[in-house]
């Protein structure tokens, strides 16, 4: 089933392909919250708006365009192509909660994923100006500058930022104690929530992300970033919530995650 | 005790002062962040920077030069006459945790108080070049745009998003228990921390901010701010800690407070 990646030149196309798309999509979002947009509350409680519907428009009629014998996975619109080997995942806008809230933490998650194993993976900060970026074995990037993540010293660890979701998308997990273990054991923890999180932890800023009760489209981009950028990802939680995958992931400073995988283990759920 | 408050001229001068030294130590920090700086645990074992010295330094040698004859409480150096009429409180970089990590969500406090009762109050964010600023009377400003809080609708209660500090800051002020019971009551709580969750507080970005175990400087700008906006501001604790008064505060939309209020008057310690 693995089947022969493309090659280090086609991933570089596929990248260039990604990072081109986000800019269209930022124009779009930008376009949007200058000119004012809807809001209505989707089936599942959370917030959609005309700024997410028409991103993941410009996102798809873009793929349709460059790539039509590609699939698309999206959160706003039904799949396309669901059995092709490449699948772009979308999310237009992770945390639209923020941006309906005039926070500019939110974020345009962008990956193409070949065969179930990501090659391309954005995230795109319409409002801070900023675009992360990360091919298979093409390195990260944050707009031209290369992302390295210097790996913390075992005396730095208290002093580590360490960015949670909320609490019930850990209940979601079943996995709530890994919450309450955490703010317990630990004096730095944030809830940045959304990727600004995974783009925190993929420069090196904060020591790692732990984001609970999150779809696919919300991590599509984030392993590739945080591995190429030299950290690293561990997918801890596989579960199903109203018929979809839900995943708990941790991600950041390798010596971060692992301490934090202890923690999980004696206080979280059992994986 | 209360004695003639200042003059509403005279207070318009005081908020320009203490807004044009705002960008002398803005420009101070900036400089630092630039060139490097030296780091050291401090005795309480939190961190203080070359910058957080140096940023008050300009601060007090302004102060020192404009007002020779008010008083300094700042966090870094001793109390300059501390019984005077006019105390300046200073904070040169509330979050040194996050700009020794890159993070821009770190600000410069600067407050003003006449016996006891705060007349201005800025609270400057040097990396993402934005000043916040309040007088008695005058109205909370972002540079030059003026802030006004729209309250909460008791339907988007559960859509607003709460900023609370870290979980040990609560159970400094034996409050662990208004901690849990928030984070079990709401779905949107998230940790900003640092005087930017009181900025967009101010803002109104966000409901309400929550701040346990800090100190004056951490919150002597913040009240005018909130109230200013048309915001509501609570000291919820009073205690002692290593021999230093420490506070536990929200604020923000008046209807986020009152429903705070509530959960912490069941879960929380009683007041």
Known sequence: ????????VERRKYLRAAVAMATASRRAILRRMARGYGRRLKADATLV????????RVLRREIGRRFPEHGIFGEE???????????????????TLSFTHGIPFFGTIIALHYRDRPIVGVIDHP???VCYSAGLGLGAWCDGRRLRIRDARAADLPREIVSASDRPRFVLCRSARAFDALVRAHANVRGYTDCLAHTMAAEGKIGAAVDY??????????????????GRYECVYRGRHRGLPLYGI??????????????????GRKR
Chains 1, 2 share one sequence.
């Open 213 to 230: 009760g999150v779809r696919l489209w919300d991590i599509a981009a984030t392993q590739l970033l945080i591995e190429e950028a030299g």
């Open 250 to 267: 941790i991600c950041g400073k390798p010596r971060v995650v692992r301490w934090l995988l202890r923690v999980f283990g004696s206080g």
């Open 77 to 95: 619109f039904p799949a396309i192509l669901p059995n092709a080997d490449f699948q772009w995942i979308l999310d237009p806008i992770d945390g």
């Open 1 to 8: 089933m693995t089947g022969r990646l493309p090659s280090l």
């Open 49 to 56: 708006t005309d700024a997410d519907l028409e991103a993941e």
């Open 127 to 129: 409002a801070l100006g």
